[in-house]
């Protein structure tokens, strides 16, 4: 048998996928577009400033991509397969697991390996320019590929161990942050809370790398970098052993459960029926299918429940220094951003499962209209988001006059925290109605539900802060009057920005969706084919 048969056939067909090639491009576009907007910046900094601030910026996008590669790549490579029940066939032949896993590793780890390589021409400029070592130029290198591993070895995990690409997703975020919090936060404790941060097991956890590679802790601390580096990728073959143990377990697991499917099926029906499917029905039957399921509505809360008690316990610890304008702002940021994610993944995953599974085509063909469909759609975001948006709210105006309590200075500023706020809270509001439609359309337009709330929210959050950091940046390389732009009118213009953005995509997707989405559904599910190997 040929070595690794699997990871030969995934490698060319991901080869030769629009996505890989897309992602190779934006790979190199993003960072020549920040390189570009930074020397405009500093265009009267020397040489040796520019390049280390270059260096410095391109090295955390490059770490941020590979901590978040697995999530986004291979979390859900293996648990599509049980979903679609083709995981099955694989095993049916001579195929180890190993094998298995190894392959659909490298196919999906080529478009991320792409990516970062494409980076790699735009981050040596900054060796030209200066400022920079050799050494630490390849130490980073090293990091970043180290740390792409692991995370993606982490997705593997998560993949092979759900079945539901949410659960998967929400492992191998778990499994990231456990393995790079849980061995600072022992030595901290171990510490007795001591402001020494390079003690102990913190050389053990997997991002500590990316700080240790810098030429000022990579003096001291050579023979740790390499431990950790060491550490890193031993934990990525324990990951790559530990999926290859659970994907064979899991779809045994899956295969013994599914012959109580119907059963409980059967019975999860009965209970519905006793309770309270009537009033859902009465009011919109695509409402009930849609709000079967209660577990956003308890996310939600647990996510509340989770930053009241974090936020209690900074206010106990810092009681001087917590209730300040920087804490209220930070947290509200941190609910809207976690809301914002939360209704972009549930906006378009009832459409894509109700694609695949066919079931939005039969729907269609009862007398229910598209409009009723939309309507039940979102009277179940409502249903699941409404009264934690609420307590949201209600939290930002809390915040908006403790801070107008603890705000000093002139009326000015007074101004500026209300325009903060209050804008603030509608370009929320704004954000969560376009996102649900938005979403909405993407789950019509795309196969996979990731894919379509990645795209919603790069359309709705990242569009327009690149477009307001262009046009500030163009406008005072061009005309440097400092004193125009003042921060009121900065937030203004931000405001605006959005404001337009959310009404144009809203209406967008609004308009698709009314005039296009019976059509919408009778595309077939896979609308892309793969080129044959």
């Known amino acids: 048998m040929v070595f690794l048969p699997i990871v030969r056939r995934e490698l060319r067909v991901w080869s030769r996928k629009r996505i890989t090639h897309w992602i190779r491009l934006a790979g190199a576009f993003i960072p020549v577009a920040f390189g570009a907007w930074l020397a405009m910046v500093s265009h009267n900094q020397p040489p040796q400033s520019l390049g280390k601030t270059l260096f410095g910026g391109l090295a955390f996008m490059i770490f941020l991509f590979a901590f978040g590669a697995g999530t986004r790549f291979t979390a859900d490579c293996l648990s599509e ?18 094998d298995i896993i190894l392959g659909k590793m490298a196919a999906t780890s080529l478009t991320a390996i792409y990516g970062m390589l494409a980076v790699f021409p735009v981050l040596a400029i900054s060796l030209l320019l200066g400022g920079v070592t050799y050494g630490e130029f390849w130490r980073v290198l090293l990091v970043a590929f180290n740390l792409l591993l692991f995370s993606l070895s982490c997705g593997m995990i998560g993949s092979s161990i759900c079945q539901d690409d949410r659960k998967a997703m929400a492992t191998t975020v778990l499994l990231l942050l456990a393995t790079s919090v849980i061995s600072p936060l022992t030595g901290w404790l171990l510490s007795n809370g001591s402001n020494s941060y390079w003690t102990g097991f913190n050389y053990f956890s997997p991002v500590a790398g990316c700080f240790l590679g810098i030429d000022s802790l990579y003096a001291g601390h050579r023979k740790d970098f390499w431990i950790n580096t060491i550490f890193t990728f031993g934990l990525t073959v324990l990951a790559l052993f530990l999926a290859s143990k659970f994907v064979r377990a899991s779809w045994l697991r899956q295969g013994a459960k599914s012959s109580n499917n119907v059963k409980n099926l059967e019975n999860s029906v009965r209970r519905r029926l006793e309770t309270s499917r009537q009033e859902a029905l009465d009011r919109n039957p695509y409402f009930w299918l849609a709000g079967r399921k209660q577990k956003q509505t308890m996310i939600c809360w647990i996510v509340l429940g989770v930053s009241a008690a974090l936020w ?78 609420v307590f949201v709210l209600a939290a930002d105006i809390i915040f908006l006059f403790a801070g107008l309590r603890d705000v000093g200075g002139g009326g000015d500023e ?59 940046t163009l406008a005072n390389f061009l005309f440097p009057f400092r004193d125009f732009w003042t921060d009121q009118k900065l937030l203004l213009f931000w405001f605006g920005l959005a404001v337009i953005n959310d009404l144009a995509f809203f209406w967008w997707s609004k308009s698709r969706l009314e005039l296009r989405f019976r059509h919408q559904a009778t595309i077939p599910f896979k609308t892309k084919k793969t080129p044959n190997t």
């Open 81 to 98: 397969e049980k979903r679609e029940g083709t995981l099955g066939l694989l095993f049916l032949t001579d195929l180890r697991p190993i």
């Open 312 to 389: 209690l316990w900074g206010y106990l610890e810092h009681p001087r220094d917590w209730l300040n304008g920087g804490t209220y702002v930070a947290t509200a940021i941190i609910l809207h951003s976690v809301f914002r994610f939360g209704m972009a993944t549930e906006s378009c995953r009832r459409f894509v499962e109700d694609r695949r599974s066919g079931a939005l085509e039969l729907i269609l063909s009862t007398p229910l209209s598209v409009p009723a469909i939309l309507r039940g759609q979102i009277m179940a975001l409502i249903h699941a988001y409404g009264k934690p948006v």
């Open 414 to 472: 007074r101004l500026f925290w209300i325009l903060l706020f209050v804008g603030g809270i509608g370009i929320f509001l704004l954000d969560m109605v376009t996102i649900a439609y938005l979403g909405m359309w993407m789950g019509m337009v795309h196969s996979r539900a990731n894919l379509s709330a990645g795209t919603t929210l790069t359309k709705v959050l990242v569009l327009p802060s690149v477009c307001f950091v262009l046009v500030v």
